[in-house]
């Protein structure tokens, strides 16, 4: 299987700090891909640039193929990368059904004129994102919330509503920063079930995470960052064994 | 669909087209005055809804609104009237006049998009300003707009011979030039509800509330923020282009006058105070925002007189100073609004 996504050193600083130098990383695609180190060593800047909220100051990225453009997520989200957020961002007054159809846009057509008149296209295609967006509820197990605002669900339903959003945009590439924060064990584990789950439905992974054994367990190559320069990118068997992650990282 | 058809609603339907038909005659037994302010309460339900679509859908506070509302009543002006001796029919101009507004809803809104909150309304409120000020300028060295005096005897809407201003008789009743208005602004006011309900519960609707809750979540799911942004700027102001054609047709009459700042503010507050991004809401505001000012225009003067005896304030300051005062007790205790959503409620009383 090929590179789905290949960076070739970004760079991005802000004033002094070093956040990412010149990573390179490639992911293949079907993989699920773990981006572990220590707070502040620029994960979720990784993530930033990728999804274009980040203009990188060097390097750029490749997505299966052809390179993405950089400061335009909505493209991103087009080209098919999806992501969600360390500090979760939902719509927190839509209800879950309503974030999920959001996440609908990129991949449906209906403008203005055809909301207005309510053309046998545009309602089809409603109905269409409803259906969509409701199986996506059921997928992540939150069926039962979804008339709920984003807001009042628990912790644990936001994290999967989130990952429900951006599965709506049917990505290649699922871009998940930290979602077992905060979470207990049998959250932790059921969510590991739903991204096994994700990928067996085809769609590649690359997940942020503390929890060293999550990632280790899950992830088929691990990359790891410090002080934003890549220290190593390999099997979680080579990667756990590594002088330099003890070191930085896991035996802190 | 299919809700609406049930005994119920049918009832409910079917009153509420009654009370409007019969709104118009009822009115005129206190003069056709009060027939011309329903009309402007109707017109304000107009632009309060195109407004709506900015500030309450996509949350973009647009200080500058009258401006749309300027070049739609100027398109109508300059194209039906002896000023240019033109003289064109309301299909060519109504359309013409929302596209120009369109236009300038878009070159107000591509370069100031970034802006946000409190940034963005200085900005459009400069360019309400600006088109102000073009209007009452305009007239040198070539005569555009006649400056200050303004544009007089601009047509009166028509379809064919049939003229909307003057009395005209329909099945043996007299009906006047307001009261046709009115009929004419209720037609277009439903259509205004219908395509904001329609909006509200679309794809594009729901891009616009998901940008004004979380902009960077919209752009991660993959919303092109700007060009949505945009597109609400543009429909706002095409319906603002409307209204002001419908306006110069009505009065017969413009000048930059009736363009100024306040007028802007007038409508927001009627969006705000009526519950922002709530259809029923905004339309409670804009109707109430027009008749209590001139509810007191005509109540504080005797009121003072039969309290007091004599004057003791101008009825005009007496009249802002109460109608200021209401808008403060509003916001006080109702800051969603007098009618807001369901959702909107719960998201300022932070309840569940
Ligand atoms: N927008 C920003 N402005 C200034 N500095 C930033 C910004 N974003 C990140 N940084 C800095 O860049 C560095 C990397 O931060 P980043 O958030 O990428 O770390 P992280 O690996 O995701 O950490 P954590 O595990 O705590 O989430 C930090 O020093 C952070 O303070
Ligand atoms: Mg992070």
């Not at chain 1, 912790?155 to 509503?161: H, I, T």
């Not at chain 2, 099945?171 to 329609?198: D, E, W």
């Not at chain 2, 419908?246 to 007028?263: D, K, R, T, W």
Request: hydrophobic share 50%; with cysteine; proline share 4%.
């Amino acid at each position: 299987m090929g590179a789905l996504l290949e960076a070739r050193a970004v760079a991005k600083h802000f004033g002094g700090v070093k956040a990412l130098r010149d990573v390179s990383l490639s992911i293949r695609e079907g993989e699920i891909y773990g981006l572990i180190g220590p707070n502040g060593a620029g994960k979720t800047t990784f993530f930033n640039c990728l999804t274009g909220l980040y203009v990188p100051d060097g390097g750029g990225f490749e997505f299966s193929g052809a390179p993405l453009q950089a400061n335009a997520p909505h493209q991103a989200a087009e080209r098919g990368i999806a992501r969600t957020f360390q500090n979760i961002r939902l719509f927190a007054n839509m209800t879950a059904l309503e974030n999920v159809m959001v996440g609908r846009h990129v991949r449906t057509r209906a403008g203005v004129l055809g909301a207005m008149l309510q053309t046998r296209a545009t309602r089809e295609e409603e109905a269409a994102i409803r259906q969509r967006a409701e199986a996506l509820l059921h997928y992540v197990r939150i069926e039962d919330k979804a008339d709920d605002l984003a807001k009042n669900l628990s912790y644990g339903d936001q994290r999967r509503l989130e990952i429900a959003r951006a599965l709506a945009t049917e990505p290649r590439l699922l871009c998940l920063d930290e979602p077992a924060a905060g979470m207990n064990a049998t959250e932790t584990e059921e969510l590991r079930e739903l991204i096994e789950g994700i990928r067996k439905d085809g769609t590649t992974i690359l997940l942020i995470e503390h929890d060293v054994k999550l990632v280790m367990g899950l992830c088929d190559r691990v990359a790891v960052l410090d002080y934003g320069a890549l220290v190593i990118e390999d099997v979680p068997a080579v990667v756990q064994k590594d002088q330099r992650v003890i070191e930085a990282y896991l035996g802190a | 669909m299919k809700r609406w058809l049930n005994p119920r609603s049918a009832l409910g339907i079917t009153l509420i087209t009654a009370a409007l038909v019969a709104l118009p005659f009822v009115v005129a037994m206190g003069g056709q005055a009060w027939v011309r302010i329903v009309n402007f309460a109707i017109l304000y339900i107009f632009l309060a809804l195109g407004l709506n679509i900015v500030v309450g859908f996509a949350g973009l506070l647009d200080l500058g609104y009258i401006a749309f509302y300027a070049v739609g009543a100027y398109t109508w002006a300059l194209l039906a009237s002896p000023h240019f001796g033109l003289h064109w029919p309301i299909w060519a101009i109504l359309p013409i006049g929302a596209g120009l507004a369109c236009v300038a809803g878009v070159l107000l809104g591509s370069p100031t998009l970034k802006l946000r909150g409190d940034y963005l309304a200085i900005v459009t409120l400069g360019f309400g300003e600006i088109v102000r000020i073009f209007m009452n300028n305009l007239n040198a060295p070539v005569n555009i707009t006649n400056g200050p005096q303004g544009i007089t005897l601009i047509d009166p809407v028509a379809f064919g011979a049939f003229k909307f201003s003057g009395n005209s008789q329909i099945f043996g009743f007299t009906i006047s030039g307001p009261q046709k208005y009115y009929f004419l602004l209720v037609a277009l006011a439903v259509i205004v509800v219908i395509i904001n309900l329609r909006l509200q519960n679309s794809r594009i609707g729901r891009a616009w509330q998901a940008i004004r809750e979380d902009e960077i979540a919209a752009k991660a799911v993959g919303i092109n923020t700007r060009n949505i942004k945009l597109l609400a700027f543009a429909m706002g102001a095409s319906f603002g282009g409307v209204a002001g054609g419908i306006f110069a047709a009505m009065q017969g009459f413009v000048s930059p006058e009736s363009f100024s700042l306040i007028e802007s503010v007038m409508i927001l507050a009627m969006v705000v105070l009526g519950g922002m991004g709530h259809i029923p809401g905004v339309i409670l505001g804009a109707v109430l925002l027009t008749f209590l000012p001139e509810v007191l225009r005509y109540g504080v003067g005797p009121l003072q007189m039969a309290v007091f005896g004599k004057m003791l304030v101008d009825p005009e300051s007496l009249r802002m100073l109460v109608f200021g005062l209401a808008l403060v007790l509003v916001m006080r205790f109702k800051p969603a609004g007098l009618w807001p959503s369901p959702e909107r409620k719960r998201e300022l009383t932070g309840g569940a």
